[in-house]
Nanobody
Framework: QVQFVESGGGLVQTGGSLKLSCVAS????????MAWYRQAPGRQRELVAA???????NYIDSVKGRFTISRDNAKNTVYLQMNSLKPEDTAVYSC??????????????????WGQGIQVTVSS
Protein backbone atom coordinates (compact mmCIF):
# COMPACT_ATOMS: atom_id res chain seq x y z
CA GLN A 1 0.00 0.00 0.00
CA VAL A 2 1.26 3.47 -0.84
CA GLN A 3 2.74 5.39 2.06
CA PHE A 4 3.43 9.07 2.64
CA VAL A 5 5.94 11.13 4.61
CA GLU A 6 4.83 14.61 5.58
CA SER A 7 7.09 17.44 6.73
CA GLY A 8 7.13 21.19 7.23
CA GLY A 9 4.72 21.69 10.10
CA GLY A 10 5.32 23.59 13.30
CA LEU A 11 4.22 26.48 15.47
CA VAL A 12 3.44 29.82 13.86
CA GLN A 13 1.67 33.01 14.90
CA THR A 14 -1.61 34.18 13.43
CA GLY A 15 -0.98 35.60 9.97
CA GLY A 16 2.15 33.54 9.44
CA SER A 17 2.99 31.01 6.74
CA LEU A 18 4.08 27.41 6.48
CA LYS A 19 4.77 25.09 3.57
CA LEU A 20 4.00 21.40 3.98
CA SER A 21 5.56 18.68 1.84
CA CYS A 22 4.45 15.11 1.30
CA VAL A 23 6.54 12.46 -0.45
CA ALA A 24 4.70 9.40 -1.73
CA SER A 25 6.19 5.94 -2.10
CA UNK A 26 5.80 3.80 -5.18
CA UNK A 27 5.53 4.48 -8.87
CA UNK A 28 3.07 6.18 -11.17
CA UNK A 29 2.68 9.20 -8.90
CA UNK A 30 1.79 11.40 -11.86
CA UNK A 31 -1.26 9.30 -12.70
CA UNK A 32 -3.03 9.89 -9.40
CA UNK A 33 -4.92 12.66 -7.67
CA MET A 34 -3.44 13.81 -4.37
CA ALA A 35 -4.97 15.63 -1.43
CA TRP A 36 -4.25 17.22 1.93
CA TYR A 37 -6.51 16.51 4.88
CA ARG A 38 -6.53 17.75 8.46
CA GLN A 39 -7.92 16.66 11.79
CA ALA A 40 -8.37 19.01 14.70
CA PRO A 41 -8.82 17.70 18.26
CA GLY A 42 -12.31 16.30 18.76
CA ARG A 43 -13.23 16.71 15.10
CA GLN A 44 -13.48 14.46 12.08
CA ARG A 45 -10.73 14.41 9.47
CA GLU A 46 -11.62 16.75 6.61
CA LEU A 47 -10.37 17.53 3.14
CA VAL A 48 -8.34 20.74 2.89
CA ALA A 49 -7.25 20.75 -0.76
CA ALA A 50 -6.88 18.35 -3.65
CA UNK A 51 -5.00 18.34 -6.93
CA UNK A 52 -5.81 16.05 -9.82
CA UNK A 53 -3.35 14.38 -12.16
CA UNK A 54 -4.26 17.10 -14.68
CA UNK A 55 -3.48 19.81 -12.07
CA UNK A 56 -7.13 20.70 -11.48
CA UNK A 57 -7.41 21.90 -7.88
CA ASN A 58 -10.13 22.21 -5.26
CA TYR A 59 -10.18 23.81 -1.81
CA ILE A 60 -12.56 23.93 1.08
CA ASP A 61 -14.13 27.37 1.47
CA SER A 62 -12.31 28.24 4.69
CA VAL A 63 -8.86 28.09 3.04
CA LYS A 64 -9.62 29.53 -0.41
CA GLY A 65 -7.32 32.43 -1.21
CA ARG A 66 -4.93 31.48 1.62
CA PHE A 67 -3.72 27.96 0.79
CA THR A 68 -2.21 26.66 -2.45
CA ILE A 69 -1.74 23.01 -3.35
CA SER A 70 0.85 22.01 -5.93
CA ARG A 71 2.71 18.93 -7.07
CA ASP A 72 6.10 17.93 -8.47
CA ASN A 73 5.71 14.61 -10.25
CA ALA A 74 9.47 14.21 -10.76
CA LYS A 75 9.87 14.19 -6.96
CA ASN A 76 6.69 12.23 -6.07
CA THR A 77 5.82 15.20 -3.90
CA VAL A 78 2.73 17.29 -3.18
CA TYR A 79 2.94 20.63 -1.37
CA LEU A 80 0.59 22.82 0.62
CA GLN A 81 1.55 26.46 0.91
CA MET A 82 -0.39 27.98 3.80
CA ASN A 83 -0.53 31.76 4.18
CA SER A 84 -2.47 34.06 6.52
CA LEU A 85 -2.81 31.24 9.00
CA LYS A 86 -5.52 31.39 11.64
CA PRO A 87 -5.89 29.60 14.99
CA GLU A 88 -8.71 27.53 13.48
CA ASP A 89 -6.18 26.04 11.04
CA THR A 90 -4.55 24.25 13.97
CA ALA A 91 -4.68 20.51 13.27
CA VAL A 92 -2.72 17.45 12.26
CA TYR A 93 -2.27 17.59 8.49
CA SER A 94 -1.90 14.46 6.37
CA CYS A 95 -1.73 13.73 2.67
CA UNK A 96 -3.24 10.82 0.82
CA UNK A 97 -4.39 9.61 -2.56
CA UNK A 98 -8.17 9.95 -3.08
CA UNK A 99 -9.82 7.25 -5.13
CA UNK A 100 -11.47 9.65 -7.56
CA UNK A 101 -12.57 13.26 -8.00
CA UNK A 102 -16.05 12.32 -6.83
CA UNK A 103 -14.64 11.14 -3.49
CA UNK A 104 -12.13 13.92 -2.85
CA UNK A 105 -14.09 15.13 0.17
CA UNK A 106 -14.39 11.70 1.81
CA UNK A 107 -11.24 10.79 3.80
CA UNK A 108 -12.43 7.19 3.96
CA UNK A 109 -12.12 6.83 0.20
CA UNK A 110 -8.34 6.89 -0.20
CA UNK A 111 -5.77 4.42 -1.47
CA UNK A 112 -2.98 4.97 1.00
CA UNK A 113 -2.44 4.21 4.64
CA TRP A 114 -2.66 7.05 7.15
CA GLY A 115 0.58 8.00 8.85
CA GLN A 116 1.08 10.20 11.88
CA GLY A 117 0.71 13.36 9.83
CA ILE A 118 2.31 16.65 10.75
CA GLN A 119 1.21 19.03 13.47
CA VAL A 120 0.40 22.63 12.55
CA THR A 121 -0.27 24.96 15.46
CA VAL A 122 -1.30 28.57 14.98
CA SER A 123 -1.12 30.75 18.06
CA SER A 124 -3.36 33.77 18.56
Amino acid sequence: QVQFVESGGGLVQTGGSLKLSCVASGRAFSFYDMAWYRQAPGRQRELVAAIANDYLTNYIDSVKGRFTISRDNAKNTVYLQMNSLKPEDTAVYSCNRPQSKSTWADPRRVYGSWGQGIQVTVSS
